[in-house]
């Protein structure tokens, strides 16, 4: 027996009703999510698709892409949007390309990202069709295994490829409250809160609180000897990427691996160097790149270890993330670099 009219109404009503609350929550949930990208344009700068900087459209006949993947040094922790290095690698490479071959430059990067996050990066992105690859990560590997993926933490980006901002926005907000601004001590148990401005206010010269993060860096990961050839920094044949490095290798690795599938050529970059624990990784990596890859023109490691002294607040603000001039110094070392790869032919 079927059900009466007015009941079949009713339950037609109810499911439309339904439907309608779904559409205009998602439609007020989107407005103010763009409402919060616009606001927080100059300080976190991520764009609809989950990268830092404005959106690369389709690819343009004779152009050429390169993405930037890593963590807060990659993404500019504590600079705007332009004052990070792939912004002012973007600049350099687009002044020395003759007319009619441009160069676009993606920043994939994103806070607490080690190198086993750098091939999902790289697969997520894949559309992009991106010419070359630099993968610019081993800080957030030295203390313990990192599998964060953040993109992925978020089942509409898996979904869509777009990225809301407002479950990052009242993350970073609820940590804010939780710490109250205390990094110093915080270090050692739980990453530093996003704070934007810090820099800034590190030029200007107020210095106290870069410098309880610089003490805590050094707490955690170890000092740094200055000699330029330290002798932990030798690797046995054979014994390239030894524990307890192997994991992290294993993900730059696949990282690579990832963008040569894509038809792209890698850079393996050492970042400045930050602890003798991270003098001796990339030793290791540096190793296990060469017994493997040899002399594949499509991979290259570049040592940028001693190419900013991350005791100097002119350069590094906290001890780790660079100021506009030390982002500056380290995309003018990757200029010959990148422009070699891009030109040079397939094998």
Known sequence: MSPPRWGRKRVAFAAITVALSLVLTVVALGVVDELLRR???????????????????RKERGERRVVVTGGSTTFGFGV???ESFPAYLARRVAALRPPGAPVTVVNLGYPKEGAWSLQFTLEDYAYLRYDVAVLYEGYNDLRRLNTHAFRHDSPVFRATGYLPILPLVLSE????????????????????????NLADKAAAGALKAAGEVARGLEHVLGPLRRDRNPPEATVPAGRACAEPFSRYCESMRLA??????????ALVVAQPYISDTHVLQQAQLAALLRDRYGSDPRVAYLDLGRTIDLRDH????DGMHLTPPGNAAIAERL????????EARAP
Do not use: M
């Open 335 to 342: 200029v010959e670099p990148v422009l070699r790869l891009l």
């Open 314 to 317: 002119a350069l590094a603000w």
């Open 80 to 82: 705007s949007t332009q």
């Open 39 to 57: 606001h927080y344009a100059k300080t976190l700068g991520l764009n609809r698709w989950g990268y830092r900087g404005p959106v690369v459209g």
């Open 256 to 265: 690579v691996d990832t963008a040569l599938a894509h038809g792209a050529r």
């Open 173 to 196: 907000k609820a940590r804010a409250i939780r710490y109250g601004g205390d990094l110093g001590e915080r270090f050692g148990r739980e990453d530093p809160v996003f704070r934007p």
